[in-house]
């Protein structure tokens, strides 16, 4: 399995309180990827990033920001959080062919 | 630009019965081809790839998937599935050239005894 960890794996939070999810990697990938999955959705990419201090937006950007100050961790932040944001947000990695490798969740439930 | 759709949203099978999930993509340069398998509460994981070379790819738990260009397809197959088979199945395609990932909408498998 590829090296990614997230951190909190749960978190409830309350409506308009920031909240900041971390991705961890140990496999020095350039690229790193946000996404959030809903059902009746699929997979939304939010962000993603192709290096250290170099991120982009994805196609749900609205209400998130994520920052890369190092090749192994990728932060996103909710800045004011809002309960059409709880999901289960999934962090991937990309391989040599743009396949992609994901951690194991974490779901977020705003009250 | 790529797109991809999942032609069934839900597949019921009984055990030891075969399966096909349906995958079929658009893209007008050349494409690497992806699928991945969720099991409830867990992250996705990736069953199996096509990059280049046959057209017919296999994974390690008795999966096949086969590029079909001129159909722009590519089915996932098993001849015999498990209960443990039970999970969301993904396509995902990329271009070769590089780009996102695009992902298929999903297509739940649910193997009954």
């Known amino acids: 399995d590829a090296g990614i960890t997230q951190s909190p794996r749960h978190k409830v939070t309350e409506t308009g309180t920031p909240v900041t999810l971390r991705c961890h990697q140990t496999?020095?990938?350039?690229?790193m990827y946000w996404y959030r999955q809903d059902p009746g959705h699929g997979l939304r990419l939010i962000h993603y990033s192709y290096g250290v201090k170099d991120t982009d937006k994805g196609e749900v950007s609205d209400g998130y920001s994520v920052s890369r100050s190092k090749t192994e961790d990728f932060l996103l932040t909710l800045e004011s959080a809002t309960s059409s944001q709880t999901s289960v947000y999934f962090c991937?990695?990309?391989?040599?062919?743009?396949?992609?490798?994901f951690g194991p969740g974490t779901r977020l439930t705003v009250l | 630009a790529q797109s991809v759709t999942q032609l069934d949203s839900q597949v019921p099978v009984f055990e030891e019965a075969p399966v096909e999930l349906r995958c079929n993509y658009s893209?007008?340069?050349?494409?690497?081809l992806f699928w991945y398998v969720q099991y409830p509460n867990q992250g996705l994981q990736l069953l199996l790839k096509y990059l280049s070379g046959s057209t017919l790819v296999e994974s390690i738990n008795g999966f096949e998937a086969e590029f079909n260009k001129s159909q722009t397809s590519f089915h996932l197959r098993k001849p015999s599935v498990h209960i443990s088979d039970t999970a969301e199945y993904f396509c995902?395609?990329?271009?070769?050239?590089?780009?996102?990932?695009?992902f298929g909408q999903g297509t739940e498998l649910s193997v009954k005894p």
């Open positions: 496999e020095n990938h350039r690229y």
């Open positions: 893209s007008s340069v050349s494409v690497y």
């Open positions: 995902a395609v990329t271009s070769t050239q590089g780009g996102k990932l695009i």
């Open positions: 991937a990695i990309s391989g040599d062919h743009n396949e992609q490798f």
